[in-house]
């Protein structure tokens, strides 16, 4: 009885399928020109579509897609527009409609072009020079974007998680429960294998606030970014340069002499050779924040397009075998992205713990 079944199911399924074939069936020439013509403009809207992914937008849209009438229909919501152009102008971001109408504040006019905002006339006028660049006036833009939106809602985020492992210790110190429980192993790991180790068993508790922001803030920002919401926070240069100054700061305001003296007027090193050498060791406090600003910049960036490559191939091909391919592998390059998270943040936070250490570093001079 069940293979009769089964055999019933099976020649239904094939009966479905021929009916379909039979139904698309096209002349070769017809079918080949179409396959080509769509495979062209398939592959163009994903090379338009991975740097727009990865864009600061003036707006948190969730997704889109474009309707039988040709409508583009959006999900998400607006952000605060803030323009300094000789006096405030404070605005929803709905007013420019993705870009698509003329935004009116006052009696100015702003125009969104790229993901910049411009100044305009009523009729929307972008000029642009020789190498497509508007020429319009920009005013100073503060908005809220959706990276900077994201960075208070983690910073919310961080807030909650830090203020309810507090309140976890203060009522059980010896078995602390929940949010405590779970964070307690990051913290032990961060302070036992990163700050101990490297800033010494002196000065580490002056950094350890320093050390477990950054760690956690990078590492919830990566993981934010692997989602489908589009949040790419950590392939902003401007968010890595931030964190990469702060680092610098902190190792500038915190150094000890002895520090100092290293960079300047190196010990056991002929005079000769001190001039030439001071300003190497002068550069190269100012390459060591470099580095982790582009480590960071780079790796995220890297990864991001490359996972957005490959699940566009998908798209492009339109069959079952490249399809299937591209999807593995996005499945497996997406498994490995969750490490690169962690271990970007990890990365960061060992770095900076080394640059402390070797601010606040006591040597024994013979």
Not at 55 to 62: G, M
Not at 129 to 157: C, E, R, Y
Not at 339 to 349: C, G, P, R, S
Request: net charge neutral; aromatic share 14%.
């Amino acid at each position: 009885m069940h293979r009769k079944i089964t055999v019933k199911a099976l020649t239904l399924v094939f009966f479905l399928f021929s009916i379909a074939s039979f139904a698309i069936d096209k002349s070769e020439e017809e079918k080949a020109h179409l396959t080509e013509k769509t495979k062209e403009q398939r592959e163009k809207e994903v090379e338009e579509y991975i740097p727009h992914h990865l864009l600061d937008s003036h707006d948190f849209s969730l997704f889109s897609y474009t309707s039988d009438d040709g409508e583009h229909v959006y999900f998400g919501f607006p952000l605060p527009v803030i323009l300094w152009d000789n006096g405030l102008n404070v605005f929803m971001s709905s007013k420019f409609h993705h870009g698509e109408t003329i935004a009116k504040s006052g009696e100015n006019y702003y125009k969104l072009d790229h993901g910049k905002i411009y100044k305009t006339d009523a009729a929307g006028t972008i000029t642009y020079d020789a190498d497509h660049h508007a020429t319009n006036s920009k005013p100073l833009d503060f908005s809220i974007t959706k990276n900077v939106f994201t960075v208070m809602m983690v910073g919310l985020l961080m807030f909650f998680m830090f203020s309810r492992m507090a309140k976890a210790y203060k009522n059980n110190e010896s078995m602390p429960k929940g949010m405590g429980r779970l964070l307690e192993p990051l913290v032990i790991y961060i302070r036992d294998d990163i700050a101990r180790p490297n800033i010494g068993e002196k000065h580490y508790k002056r950094y350890m606030s320093y050390l477990l922001t950054v760690f956690f803030f990078i590492w919830i920002i990566n993981l934010l970014g692997l989602t489908p919401l589009g949040i790419n926070v950590t392939n902003n240069i401007a968010i890595t340069f931030c964190l990469a100054i702060i680092t610098y700061i902190i190792t500038t305001a915190t150094a000890k002499k002895d520090y100092w003296k290293h960079i300047f007027w190196m010990p056991g090193v002929p005079t000769p050779m001190k001039f030439i050498l001071m300003p190497i060791e002068l550069l190269g406090t100012f390459i060591k924040p470099f580095s982790l600003m582009i480590r960071l910049y780079a790796n995220i960036t890297a990864g991001h397009i490359v996972l957005m490559s490959i699940l566009g191939m998908i798209f492009i091909a339109q069959n079952w075998l490249g399809g299937s391919l591209s999807f593995l592998l996005a499945m497996v390059l997406g498994i490995l992205e969750l490490l690169v998270a962690a271990l970007q943040a990890y990365i960061f936070t060992m770095l900076s713990a080394l640059y402390f250490g070797s601010a606040v570093e006591e040597h024994d001079h013979h």
